[in-house]
């Protein structure tokens, strides 16, 4: 088959290599589409925990069950799927265990014609969506609603501040946010991914680059934040969460924030919560919750596997707004 083989920090090529040959319990899936995450470029900048070349990246897909191992149930042949990239989160709600990963490293992903998983991380293809948008959901989705839905637990009507809107999970945030009837809010670097924000519900938004945007915004003003860029910014987000607040974080594209006035923490009785990827509860929770609401998700391109190469670089520039999906010949 064609995957994209990462060799070495930044060596990147798409090439041949050996079918993906499914262990006991587990199906190949042989892709239609692939999406890529920030993780994926992570991986790529060598910035990733656990490195292992080559390795093929990829943790979003969705295409036909072609083959199955031994013990998988033969109803998944022939099935249209999407695959839970989150592998063996353990017995906990509250957070995964330590066997957990994500698929695309240390196993090969999907960014090749076709990939090996459990049966365990299919789920039928949701219906209203094309192969692209269901590629794009899994991982940024599934990250979002954990965030927004379990974390947060985000409630009709409350104030929510959704922050870098051009972002795969960020887009998520606020189409889910918005689905469960908050006020949804966001910042972006490009007024244009604001006004693109505007039409998938939120209400308006501010330019994080612009040097007053928070006093704009309104201190004090939102009861839900959903952030995955920490940074600088992070201190920001402090001032305008309201009393009792929470800020729920899953990332940190801009590093550390380099200082945290801890007494706006706890004066202000705001509560910073963790999160990442979601369990298989949040999963199946999630997709029915996209069926129920019709939610398609954002995506901002699509290139042939062949170009994968620049769906990297896309996502490196910050030009994309929502999802970089990866097509493949098949
Ligand atoms: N913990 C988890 O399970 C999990 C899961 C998924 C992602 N993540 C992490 O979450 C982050 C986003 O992932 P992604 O896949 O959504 O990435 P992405 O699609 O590449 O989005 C990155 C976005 O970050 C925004 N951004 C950059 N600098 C910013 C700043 N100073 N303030 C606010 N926003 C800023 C930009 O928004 P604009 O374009 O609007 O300016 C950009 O589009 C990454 O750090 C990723 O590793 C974690």
Redesign the pocket.
């Known amino acids: 088959m064609r995957a994209l083989l990462l060799t070495a920090v930044n060596e990147l090529q798409v090439t041949t290599v050996p079918d993906p040959v499914p262990a006991a319990g587990e199906a190949v899936v042989t892709l239609r589409a692939a999406a ?4 994926d ?2 991986i790529k900048l060598g910035q990733y925990a656990g490195l292992r070349w080559p390795c093929i990246p990829g943790s979003d897909g969705a295409g036909v069950v072609t083959a199955l191992g031994a013990g998988a149930p033969a109803a998944w042949l022939g099935r249209e799927v999407v695959i839970n990239p989150g592998l063996d989160w353990g017995a906990s709600a509250a957070a995964q265990g330590e066997q957990f990963s994500i698929l695309g490293l240390p196993r090969a992903g999907t960014l090749a014609e076709q990939v090996a998983v459990p049966v365990g991380q299919l789920a039928p293809k949701p219906a209203h969506l094309t192969w692209e948008e269901a590629a794009a959901l899994p ?2 989705g599934l ?1 979002a609603w954990r965030a927004v839905m379990t974390r947060a637990a985000v409630q009709p009507g409350e104030r929510v501040l959704v ?8 887009l998520f945030a606020l189409q889910l946010a918005v689905a469960q009837g908050a006020e949804v809010w ?5 007024d244009e ?1 604001i006004a693109r924000a505007v039409a998938h519900g939120a209400r308006g938004g501010f330019r ?1 680059t612009a040097p007053d945007w928070a006093q704009a915004a309104g201190p004090g003003r939102f009861a839900v934040i959903v ?3 920490g ?3 992070f201190e920001a987000l402090v001032e305008l969460a309201a009393p009792g607040g929470r800020i729920v974080l ?5 590093g550390n924030p380099p200082g945290l006035t801890l007494r706006k923490v706890f004066w202000r009785q705001l509560s910073i919560l963790g ?3 979601g369990s298989p509860a949040d999963w199946e929770a999630m997709l029915a919750f996209v069926a129920r609401h019709r939610l398609q998700p954002v995506v901002s391109s699509v290139l042939p596997l062949a170009q994968a190469a620049e769906a990297f670089a896309r ?1 490196e520039r ?1 030009d ?2 929502g ?2 999906v990866v097509r493949m010949a098949t």
């Open positions: 890529l995450n920030h993780r470029l992570w991982l940024a990250t922050t870098g809107i051009g972002g795969g999970v960020a966001v910042t972006s670097s490009a991914k994080y952030d995955s860029a940074g600088a910014g899953c990332g940190a594209t801009r999160t990442t990827m996502m910050g994309q707004c999802k970089l």
